[in-house]
Structures are given as C-alpha cells and as structure tokens.
C-alpha cells in the first residue's frame, strides 16, 4: 500500500501525555498513513504503553533506540523509519484536531516541499488560552525560497519563529526533499537540527507553504528545555536563531535582520526584566551574567528602538525591580513564557 503520509513522533520519557497524543491522531490515521514513534532511550513507562497500542493498531510502529540522541538527531532518525511521501513532524504531548489529517490531504495536492498551520496555545492540561501567530497577516501564504522576492516577502511577514520553523509539530514535510539535506554538525544537539536542514536547503529551493488553518493544539507548560533553567531556555532559542541567521543568510542581509526582529518580539524588554529579577532570587540556578549577554545579542542592531530597550534594561535600579517583582507574580509570568517558548 502507498503511504502518502508519516506522523513521525521522537520522544523521549512522554508516557504521561503520549498516550493522549496517539489517541488525537490513530482514528484519523486511516489508509495511506502510518504513524512512527521513535523512543530516544525512555526511562518511564513509554516501552509499556507503546506495547498496548501497537497491538492494537496495525500502522503505528514504535522503534527505540539504545540511548538518548537529542531532538536533533532522535527527530532525523525518526524520518528514516518513516515510509510516508510526506512526514508530519510531530511532539509526543501535543494534540491533533479532528479532521486535521483529511485537511491536509487537500493541501498536499499542490505539491510544496513544507507546511506550516497554525495551532492554539494550551496550559499542561489542555486548557486552550490562544492561538499563535505564524505570520503578521492571518492568511494562506507560499514563497519558493530559492527566490529572493519571495523568500524576503516571507521574512518579512514572519511574526514569530514558527515562520522559521521552531514549532515541530506544525511542520508536514515532504520526504524526499528533507532527506535531500542533512543535519548539520555545527547544529547538532542544538534543538534547531531541522530548522538547519530546511535552511540549507533554501539555496536549491524549498517551497514553503503557510495554512492558515489550526489543526492542532500545542500542550504549555511541559518544556524539557527548560529544565536547566529559564535563562538557559532563552540562550537556546535567542543564541540559536542568531547562529541560524547568520550561518545561512549573512549577519547583514535583510533575513538575518527579520530573524533578529522577530526575536525582539518573541523576548521583549519586560520578560527580560522579570527574569533579570529571577536571577536576583536565584542566582545559584539562573545566571544574571548570561543573560545580559542575551540582552545585547537581543538588541544588537544599532537602530533607535533597540537600544532604548538595552539602555532601559542595564540602567534600571535594582528598587524598580522591586516593584515589578511586587506587581507580578512569578508563576503566571513563568507559565506564560513557558507556554510561547
């Protein structure tokens, strides 16, 4: 049987939420699908859980490897077990829409090399809060990269990282042309190996193509990046789209300058304060050192804005930390930033 399409899902100890992604996705996994889950070395319950619903459906099929690989190459791994001509890249919490599958269908008659839709933002228990933005303009949007006009006008509609591929489970991938490319080894172990293949492979060509249409919801919350702390969350995506931009478009060219604005977006000036009050209380756990750093990569652009922001941040008193400390609390800040990274 041809498979038209692969959901392709690495995990890594997601026992707790995997089961509740299977179940989005299997009954609407019908012919021409299959489903690949590749186990980086869990330690919980994945193995077991696995067990039960592979003897229950026929097209998913469930590898695992000996030991953890990282995002990066347990995600690469995991489109080689994948038959599909189009890979749906997706996260073991999140959680497919109804109907999402046969939607896709439709869109993969045109023939782009990757999708990107849209998705909601939700707490750890599937509360909806938001839907996110990919692009400044909420509509259907294509641009073959391997042409400057199109390539730049996507850039420039670009409202947050998505738009550069950060968001896994928002990307459906045609197989052929992800293997066309490679990982990287400047970006391996990054959490940006793929967003380095689809990059590197702008230059040969890579139809792109936004659906502005929600098919599924993403789980907040639930971060392992995040486990070394929120500066270090910051460092991986800040550091990382900054390396990408200029690895594969030129500090100075126009790309780069859309990477890093919609970076200043994504980390404005008052998470850069809060957390700069985490390092105060924590200092042990969150460096003060290294996020200053990040603050003068944020802002690097010798333009009026961004260095306002900067002279803002470095020269406000620790007293009106204080009173930002007082007017926020903590755990809503933290889950918010922690639902958008």
């Known amino acids: 049987m041809l498979i038209k399409l692969t959901i392709c899902i690495p995990v890594y100890n997601c026992a707790a939420f995997l089961g509740q992604a299977l179940d989005s996705i299997l009954p609407q996994a019908k012919e021409g699908v299959e489903v690949v889950v590749y186990d980086g070395g869990s330690t919980d319950a994945t193995p077991v859980l696995m067990e039960c619903y592979t003897n229950l459906w026929a097209n998913l099929h469930y590898h695992r490897g000996s030991e953890r690989g990282g995002i990066d190459a347990d995600m690469a791994t995991c489109v080689e077990f994948a038959q599909g001509k ?65 390539r730049l006008e996507w850039f420039r509609r670009a409202a947050t990282t998505e738009a550069f591929f950060s968001f896994i489970s928002g990307i459906i991938v045609r197989r052929e042309k992800w293997q066309s490319g490679e990982l990287p080894v400047a970006f391996s172990k990054s959490c940006w190996g793929h967003v380095a293949r689809l990059f590197g492979l702008a230059a040969s060509g890579l139809k792109v193509c936004y659906v502005a249409e929600v098919w599924l919801d993403q789980r907040g919350e639930n971060d392992s990046f995040a486990d070394k702390g929120i500066v270090n969350r910051f460092r991986i995506g800040i550091e990382g789209y900054h390396r990408l931009a200029d690895t594969f478009f030129g500090h100075e060219s126009e790309e780069a300058f859309h990477v890093r604005r919609v970076i200043q977006n994504e980390f404005g000036l008052k998470t850069f304060m809060l957390i700069k009050i985490q390092c105060m209380k924590y200092p042990i756990r969150e460096s003060r050192q290294e996020l200053d750093r990040l603050v003068r990569m944020t802002y690097c652009d010798s333009l009026f804005i961004p260095k306002i922001k900067c002279f803002i941040y470095f020269g406000t008193p620790y007293f009106f930390l204080g009173v930002l400390r007082a007017l926020y609390q903590p755990v809503k800040w933290m889950r918010r930033l922690l639902h958008n990274a």
Not at 115 to 136: A, D, F, G, Q
């Open 86 to 150: 189009y890979c749906w890249l997706f996260s073991g919490d999140d959680v497919m829409r109804p109907g999402a599958i046969e939607c896709l269908f439709e869109w993969l008659k045109q023939e782009k090399d990757v999708y990107i839709c849209r998705h909601t933002i939700c707490n750890k228990n599937m509360v909806i809060s938001h839907e996110h933005p990919v692009l400044s303009l909420d509509q259907t949007f294509s641009a073959d990269f391997i042409n400057s006009g199109e």
